[in-house]
C-alpha cells in the first residue's frame, strides 16, 4: 500500500492575539479533520499552536478547548519571534507524515486542507503550494506593492519564489526535516521550502477576508520591509552587485565630467563652478551611501548569524503529553 494513502497529518499554526478568531478556527478546523478521518483520507492528526507571546486571553481559549477532544498542543514562546520562528518551532515539536502550517485568521480557508492533502496523496510530490488567485478583503495597494515583490523575488532569488504562494503550504517529512537542520538566523520559510528542492506542485484557492481581530501585518509596516530585505539579502546577491554596477556608473560619469574640463580648460572656456560641483559631490555621496547600506545588509545579516543565537526560545508546552498517548 501507498504509505501516503492514510497520512498522519501535523497542523500547525503560528498566531499573536487571536482571541477573537480562535474558537471559530478551531471549530471548523476540526471538522474538516474529522470528516477526513471519516473518509479513511488521514489516520490521525495533531493541532500544535505556537503563541507568539500573545498579551490577551488567547492562550486560555486554547486550554479550555482542547481539555474534550486532546487533539491540541500549544507552545508558548519567551517573547515575540515573529511567524517564521514560530513556523520552526512548530515543525520542530511536529511527529506526522506530513505537516501544513498555515495562520489561524480564517483568510485562508481550513476547507482547502483536503484539497491539499488529495493532491498530496495523488502525486510524488513533497511540496503542496496554495496560490491565491483572488484575495478579498485587500487594497488595491497593498495588492499591487505585494504582486512588485513577488516578482522582484522571483526575478533576482537563487531559487525560484512562486507568487500569491503564501504561508500556507503541505510539506512532507522529509522536507520538513530538511527545513529543521538548516540553522539559519531569522529565517524566511517560503525561501527555504523552495530551497530544499523536491517535487513541488500547486493548488489555487480564494483568499477570504479577515474573520475576526485585525491584522498585525502592514504593507509597508516595519516587519513587512524587513521580511522583503531578509528575502532578498538570504537568496540573492544582486543587490551587493547593483552596489557594484553604481559604481562603475559613477566612475564612468566621473571620467566624462573630467574630460569635458579638460577641453574647456584647454579651449579657454570658463569651467561651470559651483553648481555643477555640488552636483557631481551630491550623485557621487549618494552612490556611495547607498552601497554602503546594500553591503551593511549583508555584513548585518553575517552579523546575526555569526553569533548563533536561537531562533526562539520557548516559555512553555501545553497538551503534548496527551497527543504522545
Known sequence: MNQKNKVFLSLIFS?????????????RIRKVMTDELKENHIRQYELIFVNDASDDNSEIIL???????????????????GVASCVIAGLSYARGDCSIYMDCDLQDPPEVIPQMIQAYRDSDADVVHTKR?????????KLFLTKIGYKVLNRYSN??????AGDFKLLSRRVVDHILQLKEYNPYIRGLVSYVGFKQIFITYKRHPRHAGESKFFIL?????SNFLNSLVGFSSVPLQISSYCGICSILI??????????QKLSGQSVGGWTAIMIVILFIGGVQLFCIGMIGLYLNSVHEQTKMRPNYIINSTYGFEDLTK
Not at 509596516?221 to 520591509?225: D, E, F
Not at 566621473?254 to 577641453?263: E, G, I, K, P, S
Open 15 to 27: 498566531f499573536y492575539n487571536e482571541a477573537a478568531v480562535l474558537p471559530s478556527f478551531i471549530e
Open 63 to 81: 486550554r479550555n478547548l482542547s481539555q474534550e477532544h486532546k487533539d491540541m498542543g500549544i507552545i508558548t514562546m519567551s517573547r515575540r519571534f
Open 133 to 141: 488567485i483572488h484575495r478579498q478583503g485587500e487594497s488595491p495597494f
Open 159 to 164: 531559487v525560484p519564489m512562486p507568487q500569491e
Open 221 to 225: 509596516g516595519p516587519k513587512a520591509v
Open 254 to 263: 566621473d571620467f566624462v565630467l573630467m574630460l569635458y574640463a579638460l577641453y
